[in-house]
């Protein structure tokens, strides 16, 4: 565990995250706050130590699943995360400190080849979705990126949260690299924070896995009905 200080937080980078989980049939549109994780295409393990702030609780990151859900088009496809916590549901009013309006944001970066690409940030509380924020932050000034739901846009926060957003609308990302993440879960405190980064495989091959698993599915109710 390291402890660094940026913008006057004090953050909780969890090192040495575990990948548990390849799935074989791509993603599924499902956003109803319930992370499923045989809905998404790869899934990491944020690693919980004891005594860190926010462990084992509500405000600790547990999961971060990646999927690409194939639409008509690879424009018309959605990439697709979802968010866990040790113990669920996600606690959307944090610890209290900033009074009852108290809030917590989930925080994205998306970087590829070294640079970063988009920030998105999904704000909470009382137990809903405030606000979806996505900023294309590859040039030298950010812009706001925008999102209509559902059109898209899908958003729900349960027991865990979930995001959904046009392939389309990530225009300064290459569908046929790698991208790095790094999603900051802000406890609605104004020092403690926790961090979760991976590496995820390039959208492309997460999309042939997804068509390779309806494939897959369309040939076993053939040999059914057959």
């Not at 040039?139 to 926060?157: F, H, R």
């Not at 959904?164 to 046929?176: G, T």
């Not at 790698?178 to 091959?205: K, S």
Request: aromatic fraction near 6%; charge should be negative.
């Amino acid at each position: 565990m390291i402890f660094v200080k940026c913008s006057g937080k004090l953050l909780v980078t969890v090192l040495g995250i575990a990948l548990f989980s390849s799935v074989g049939f791509g993603a599924v549109l499902d956003v109803d706050g319930n992370v499923n994780t045989a809905h998404y295409d790869i899934t990491f393990t944020d690693t919980d130590i004891p005594g860190e702030p926010f462990a084992g609780t509500g405000l600790d990151i547990d999961t971060v699943s990646w999927g690409v859900a194939p639409g008509a088009s690879p424009a018309d496809s959605w990439y697709t995360l979802g968010m866990t916590v040790v113990a669920p549901p996600i606690n959307t009013t944090g610890d209290g400190s900033l009074g009852p309006l108290s809030r917590t944001s989930a925080v994205l970066t998306l970087s590829q080849g070294g640079s970063d690409k988009y920030l998105i940030q999904a704000t909470m509380l009382a137990g809903t979705v405030l606000d979806v924020l996505m900023v294309d932050i590859s040039g030298p000034t950010p812009a706001i990126v925008p999102l209509t739901a559902p059109t898209d846009l899908q958003y729900k926060v349960d027991n865990g949260l979930e995001l959904a957003i046009k392939a389309s609308k990530f225009a300064n990302l290459s569908p046929v690299s790698p991208f790095d993440f790094n999603l900051l879960f802000e406890g609605g405190g104004i020092i403690r924070d926790d961090i979760i980064t991976g590496r995820v495989p390039e959208p492309a091959t997460m999309s042939m896995l997804a068509v390779g698993g309806l494939i897959g599915l369309a040939r076993r109710r053939k040999r059914r009905n057959g």
